[in-house]
């Protein structure tokens, strides 16, 4: 059996028909954050998941649409951004 | 047990690694993570090759722990120290484990591996070897541990908390989407449980939310301090963190975890299920 974990923030994101993606990357001063924690809270602030940036700062979450805030904790500093998901790709780029 | 017996801080760890009679282990899903840089020190657990019998869906024995802690180093008067990412769900699940089998003196560093990263404490690659051990391990502490027909008789007279998200616990989802290959044949929820998701007793960076702010998030859902308490989520690992708070850090008494969890309980010819009434 596997854990209920996200899957490693690696290769290609595949869009199947219907499906929400939020993805994006974690920069500071315009340089990609590795191993940085993103979270994914519902509109009411209540974590739904969490994965950790890949060596080029790329994150990605299987969602729904909705309101979601994106929380990142990082040793290049910490922020959030709130955003609406549609249905298909909803790209971010954090700068921290 | 109490908060101060069972958890210690990141700054503590750090102060100890070096310090025999304790032993650092980290225990992950993504069991890389170690292989490209643990604590300093820190031996790792599989929680799935090293803990799960290879062909039943159980536990390895108490001579397959034996050996398992033997052969990593692990004596049996050792203070074992887990930590683990994911907020410590690998970590917790662990510490249920040793205490399963009888292991004394167990310990969580508080926010696991992701506070210890995000302090800036280091972290490095060199392999680990401990001399071997002669550990004894007791015989499982089915205290600890609760059973599909424990779960069905408890109905209406335990706790049951399902730590699983809301869209798991209403039935909407069966797991997590990437995992297929692994979803019980029913949703929905043991009736009468109340759902907790296991995330509200951690705070961002992974540590556990005090004493005063767990009674309120868990008196608040519903648990009734007087009555023996169960936990599940999906296969028990979600579920070893609230049995961890419940059980460890709020010191309830009576208080199981269920490994068996909604992939056995959902697919339980004939077991009662709640889902929401539709609107």
Known sequence: MTSCGAPAQTGQVALAPGATIIDGTVTAGGAPVRGAYVRLHDADGEFTAEVVTGDTGQFTFYARPASWELRVLSRAGNGSER?????????????? | MARNDVLVSAEWAEANLATPGIVFVEVDEDTSAYDDAHLPGAIKLDWKLDLQDAVRRDFVDRAGFEKLLSERGVANDDTVVLYGGNNNWFAAYAFWYFKLYGHQDVRLIDGGRKKWELDGRPLDAEPVNRPATQYVASEQDLTLRAFRDEVVASIGTKNLVDVRSPEEFTGKILGPAHLPQ??????????????????????????????????????????????????????????????????????????????????????LVGAPIEVPVPA
């Open chain 1, 83 to 96: 955003l609406e998901a549609t249905e298909g790709r909803t790209t971010v780029e954090l700068g921290l």
């Open chain 2, 182 to 267: 692994e979803h019980a044949q029913r949703g929905g929820h043991v009736p009468g449980a109340i759902n907790v998701p296991w995330s509200k007793a951690a705070n961002d960076d992974g540590t556990f939310r005090s004493d005063a702010e767990l009674a309120e998030l868990y008196g608040a859902a519903g648990i009734d301090t007087n009555r023996s308490t169960i936990a599940y989520c999906r296969i028990g690992e979600r579920s070893s963190h609230t049995w961890f708070v419940l059980s460890q850090i709020l010191d309830l008494p009576d208080v199981k975890n269920y490994d068996g969890s909604w992939v056995e309980y959902g697919s």
